[in-house]
């Protein structure tokens, strides 16, 4: 296997930046390019422990003083030896060091080469691996906390279970089969049956977190609803906490959505500011409202704002409607620190005043969206965040409901093991103990270099 390196630090100036380097001839590459200070070779020194020393080109000459340290095979992330390179983080810097490792017999490492070799070692399995760019990626401090119990291994500690009870009573029939003679206890349908029921029930709790998850890794798709001049751009900027959108006293200002992600105490909102709702001649404005109509519709959340300091409208009424039909709503009086003239009709619908202009009522929006979003109590690590493992889960299920209807129905064992073999496999193929290249490949491309 070829010795690999790469930079795995931002491509920007910085305090420090990291090259990193693994493979079979890591020891002898790092050694070509690091002169530790104490003028001993760098593979000599303990692994695990920083070294002070220089960093050189590919002509010898010193380029950073820096620091290195090595890792042993088998006690590396990929399973391989394994060196690091602390520098200043200079792109320069950086981008000469790793010719240097190139010019010493290294190569450029292809993106997730890092992670890939830490699974095909044993050191992750495929839900850890996943994990590590849902890690690397997330965007709010609960969907890191999940990100990072899976790469501690709390997703698989829930399957690993699964897939060896469903491996287990397949085992016991098949040596029972094959071994006729010898004193090994039959599956009776009580154990099978018990098995399957307690696999499912613990499948579809699985199955179950996947919408929290989407929610945790791609963010809430939030919708912003009202007519003209009722504050929706306004409202969006402070949520961003910038001017995000155009603020003018002109209606039909907004006449395309517009979309921003915030950050929402735990939630991550995919906002989208959206053309005012009104009956108009203009035919751009016309593009934009049925856009508005189409953003609610498909929306998860619906903020739908109405002006305290007027009247209720046609418009409003429209918005209202809109808002009930969505998935979950919230109704936002604006524009509360003016004299009110609203009359608010009855709804079911959660109200929260505020005033975009001033920020007050800011954090009373932030806690009754997250009052419609509460923790589930799953731990983190154990909520499923992807369309892969997801649907791996449900096949899985599916396989095992199946089984579970063949043994109810009086099947023989071998035609309900053939449902609870597909569960197996389904199992296997979330964690990577049934592998297919292609699948590899497909996880791994999203990863960036370096990682």
Same mark, same amino acid.
């Given at each position: 296997?070829?010795?690999?390196?790469?930079?795995?630090?931002?491509?920007?100036?910085?305090?420090?930046?990291?090259?990193?380097?693994?493979?079979?001839?890591?020891?002898?590459?790092?050694?070509?390019?690091? +002169?530790?200070? !104490?003028?001993?070779?760098?593979?000599?020194? #303990?692994?695990?422990?920083?070294?002070?020393?220089?960093?050189?080109?590919?002509?010898?000459?010193?380029? !950073?003083?820096?620091?290195?340290?090595?890792?042993?095979?088998?006690?590396?992330?990929?399973?391989?030896?394994?060196?690091? *390179?602390?520098?200043?983080?200079?792109?320069?810097?950086?981008?000469?060091?790793?010719?240097?490792? *190139?010019?010493?017999?290294?190569?450029?490492?292809?993106?997730?080469?890092?992670?890939?070799?830490?699974?095909?070692?044993?050191?992750?399995?495929?839900?850890?691996?996943?994990?590590?760019?849902?890690?690397?990626?997330?965007?709010?401090?609960?969907?890191?906390?999940?990100?990072?119990?899976?790469?501690?291994?709390?997703?698989?500690?829930?399957?690993?279970?699964?897939?060896?009870?469903?491996?287990?009573?397949?085992?016991? *029939?098949?040596?029972?089969? !094959?071994?006729?003679?010898?004193?090994?206890?039959?599956?009776?349908?009580?154990?099978?049956?018990?098995?399957?029921?307690?696999?499912?029930?613990?499948?579809?709790?699985?199955?179950?977190? *996947?919408?929290?998850?989407?929610?945790?890794?791609?963010?809430?798709?939030?919708?912003?609803?009202?007519? #003209? $001049?009722?504050?929706?751009?306004?409202?969006?900027?402070?949520?961003?906490?910038?001017?995000?959108?155009?603020?003018?006293?002109?209606?039909?200002?907004? +006449?395309?959505?517009?979309?921003?992600?915030?950050? /929402?105490?735990?939630?991550?909102?995919?906002?989208?500011?959206?053309?005012?709702?009104?009956?108009?001649?203009?035919?751009?404005?016309?593009?934009?409202?049925?856009?508005?109509?189409?953003?609610?519709?498909?929306?998860?959340? /619906?903020?739908?704002?109405?002006?305290?300091?007027?009247?209720?409208?046609?418009?409003?009424?429209?918005?209202?409607?809109?808002?009930?039909?969505?998935?979950?709503?919230?109704?936002?009086? $604006?524009?509360?620190?003016?004299?009110?003239?609203?009359?608010?009709?009855?709804?079911?619908?959660?109200?929260?005043?505020?005033?975009?202009?001033?920020?007050?009522?800011?954090?009373?929006?932030?806690?009754?969206?997250?009052?419609?979003?509460?923790?589930?109590?799953?731990?983190?690590?154990?909520?499923?965040?992807?369309?892969?493992?997801?649907?791996?889960?449900?096949?899985?299920?599916?396989?095992?409901?199946?089984?579970?209807?063949?043994?109810?129905?009086?099947?023989?064992?071998?035609?309900?093991?053939?449902?609870?073999?597909?569960?197996?496999?389904?199992?296997?193929?979330?964690?990577?103990?049934?592998?297919?290249?292609?699948?590899?490949?497909?996880?791994?491309?999203?990863?960036?270099?370096?990682?």
């Amino acid at each position: 296997m070829d010795t690999i390196a790469a930079i795995s630090t931002a491509p920007a100036v910085a305090a420090i930046g990291i090259l990193r380097l693994s493979g079979p001839e890591a020891m002898a590459v790092a050694d070509a390019v690091f +002169r530790p200070a !104490d003028g001993r070779p760098l593979s000599a020194h #303990p692994r695990r422990t920083m070294v002070c020393g220089a960093l050189t080109d590919r002509e010898g000459r010193v380029l !950073d003083h820096a620091l290195a340290v090595t890792f042993a095979a088998g006690h590396s992330y990929t399973g391989e030896d394994s060196a690091e *390179f602390h520098c200043h983080g200079s792109p320069v810097v950086l981008q000469e060091g790793l010719l240097s490792l *190139f010019a010493a017999g290294a190569r450029q490492a292809r993106g997730g080469e890092f992670t890939r070799r830490a699974f095909l070692s044993g050191n992750l399995d495929l839900t850890q691996a996943e994990a590590v760019i849902d890690l690397i990626e997330a965007e709010t401090p609960q969907a890191a906390r999940n990100a990072a119990g899976q790469v501690d291994g709390a997703l698989l500690r829930q399957i690993a279970p699964l897939y060896d009870g469903l491996m287990d009573v397949a085992s016991r *029939f098949y040596a029972v089969v !094959d071994y006729p003679d010898e004193d090994i206890e039959d599956l009776t349908r009580e154990t099978l049956g018990r098995t399957l029921a307690q696999t499912a029930e613990a499948l579809r709790a699985l199955l179950g977190t *996947f919408r929290r998850g989407q929610i945790l890794k791609n963010g809430l798709s939030t919708a912003i609803l009202g007519r #003209p $001049n009722v504050g929706k751009s306004s409202l969006l900027n402070a949520l961003a906490g910038f001017e995000r959108a155009i603020v003018t006293d002109i209606p039909g200002t907004t +006449r395309d959505t517009v979309e921003e992600r915030v950050r /929402c105490g735990e939630l991550l909102l995919r906002l989208t500011d959206t053309a005012g709702l009104r009956e108009t001649e203009d035919p751009v404005e016309h593009l934009g409202v049925a856009r508005s109509r189409a953003a609610a519709a498909g929306a998860a959340l /619906c903020l739908a704002v109405l002006d305290a300091s007027a009247p209720l409208t046609e418009e409003d009424r429209e918005v209202l409607a809109l808002a009930a039909a969505a998935e979950r709503a919230i109704v936002v009086v $604006n524009k509360c620190d003016l004299s009110r003239r609203l009359k608010l009709p009855v709804t079911d619908l959660p109200v929260v005043a505020l005033s975009a202009r001033t920020g007050e009522g800011i954090a009373e929006l932030e806690a009754a969206i997250a009052a419609l979003y509460p923790a589930e109590g799953v731990p983190a690590g154990q909520i499923l965040t992807n369309a892969r493992q997801a649907e791996a889960v449900e096949r899985a299920l599916r396989a095992v409901e199946g089984a579970a209807a063949a043994l109810a129905e009086g099947l023989t064992p071998d035609a309900v093991l053939t449902d609870a073999e597909a569960g197996i496999s389904a199992l296997g193929e979330l964690t990577g103990r049934t592998l297919r290249e292609d699948l590899v490949e497909r996880i791994f491309s999203r990863f960036c270099v370096g990682k």
